[in-house]
């Protein structure tokens, strides 16, 4: 089932919103560091952007579970080098700053944890959302037929015999051409 932009961009704030709060916080907590404003801005838009391209239809759990281990990698990466810049100065913002990154293995852990719950949580939203519009859907629709009036052109009992009076039609362009109305001959 697609659906129309402003629920679609409900949707996509929900997932880019959740994974953006899961991960700052459990960055935050396991680095015992807060992740600047700008790195916090910098990953949800680029989560946002991401799963803009993912809410096009209903998704399953593997689906939105992949997303959200991708956005908990990419958020992780994103909070990790602002956490790093912040704390070094611009110049150490680089593949080094990451991997100087407090939390290693453990918070990465962490991350696919929390994504994995998370994903569970939107997929339930993302179910119960789409039956009730196929349940609203399947519960208009008959009241929408009965409630549109039934447009018949009206009909006009034709005389079998033109009248002797009617000037013939001109057809100048078409003068010669000839009508046959049947399937062919054989």
Same mark, same amino acid.
């Given at each position: 089932?697609?659906?129309?932009?402003?629920?679609?961009?409900?949707?996509?704030?929900?997932?880019?919103?959740?994974?953006?709060?899961?991960?700052?916080?459990?960055?935050?907590?396991?680095?015992?560091? +807060?992740?600047?404003?700008?790195?916090?801005?910098?990953?949800?838009?680029?989560?946002?952007?991401?799963?803009?391209?993912?809410?096009?239809?209903?998704? +399953?759990?593997?689906?939105?579970?992949?997303? @959200?281990?991708?956005?908990?990698?990419?958020?992780?990466?994103?909070?990790?080098?602002?956490?790093?810049?912040?704390?070094?100065?611009?110049?150490?913002?680089?593949?080094?700053?990451?991997?100087?990154?407090?939390? +290693?293995?453990?918070?990465?852990?962490?991350? @696919?944890?929390?994504?994995?719950?998370?994903?569970?949580?939107?997929?339930?939203?993302?179910?119960?959302?789409?039956?009730?519009?196929?349940?609203?859907?399947?519960?208009?629709?008959?009241?929408?037929?009965?409630?549109?009036?039934?447009?018949?052109?009206?009909?006009?009992?034709?005389?079998?015999?033109?009248?002797?009076?009617?000037?013939?039609?001109?057809?100048?362009?078409?003068?010669?051409?000839?009508?046959?109305?049947?399937?062919?001959?054989?």
């Amino acid at each position: 089932m697609t659906e129309r932009p402003p629920l679609r961009a409900a949707r996509t704030g929900v997932f880019a919103s959740v994974c953006t709060a899961v991960s700052v916080g459990g960055h935050t907590l396991t680095s015992d560091h +807060g992740v600047p404003f700008g790195g916090l801005l910098a990953g949800a838009a680029l989560v946002y952007a991401f799963a803009w391209a993912a809410t096009g239809r209903e998704r +399953g759990l593997g689906a939105i579970a992949g997303w @959200m281990a991708w956005g908990q990698l990419a958020l992780h990466l994103v909070f990790s080098t602002a956490q790093s810049a912040g704390a070094h100065g611009a110049h150490a913002a680089g593949p080094a700053a990451v991997e100087a990154a407090p939390g +290693g293995a453990d918070m990465l852990a962490a991350h @696919m944890a929390a994504g994995a719950v998370c994903a569970w949580w939107l997929r339930q939203g993302e179910a119960a959302l789409f039956s009730y519009l196929r349940l609203t859907a399947s519960a208009l629709l008959p009241l929408l037929v009965l409630a549109v009036p039934r447009l018949t052109p009206e009909r006009v009992p034709s005389s079998p015999f033109p009248e002797r009076d009617a000037p013939a039609p001109v057809t100048p362009y078409l003068r010669h051409s000839l009508v046959l109305r049947g399937p062919p001959a054989l």
